[in-house]
């Protein structure tokens, strides 16, 4: 059965007809064409398909399509500004070495990226805890936190964020 969705996505208003039995992986990668959102296990254990909706980091390989009405959905592609600016995030992830084979960083970025929206100051084990749900088959995990650990607490780079979040020019 098919039924009509709106949503924003990636700062973007977007209504569009859907299947019932879809996930939002399913809807990100091969309706949208959103490659960045990965598949690894299929069955929520990985993390490598962690996107946000509306601020809560989600599986969406588990997560219906159906269940996006209404929400904001931030994927990998919609953290960067368009004009190549990287959150800081993306940017300590470049510098630091949290990126390795890259399978697992957009998963992993959007889980941290939560977790700093709810709490900018995380320490160490709350940045463990947020990312438990995300594998990192290369065992970047030493480089992942540090990179982490690089942008918590940092409110100047948080300022830029939200202003950008806000629509203002950088």
Known sequence: MERTV?????????RMRIEDHWTLLHLLREELGL?????????????????LADG??????LYLAAEIDGK???????LALPDGFLHPLQKAFV???????????????????????????????EIKNAIAGNICRCTGYVQIIDSI???S??????????AWQAGEDQ
């Open 6 to 14: 709106s949503f924003t996505l990636n700062g973007t208003e977007t």
């Open 35 to 51: 490659q960045g959102t990965k598949e690894g296990c299929g069955s929520g254990e990985c993390g490598a398909c962690t996107v």
């Open 56 to 61: 809560m980091a989600v599986n969406s390989c």
């Open 72 to 78: 904001t959905i931030l994927t990998i592609e919609g």
């Open 95 to 125: 510098e630091r070495g949290g990126i390795q084979c890259g399978f697992c960083t957009p998963g992993m970025i959007l889980s941290a990226k939560a977790l700093l929206d709810e709490n900018p100051a995380a320490e160490e084990e």
């Open 149 to 151: 650990r690089s942008v």
């Open 153 to 162: 607490g940092k409110a100047e780079e948080k300022v830029k964020v939200v």
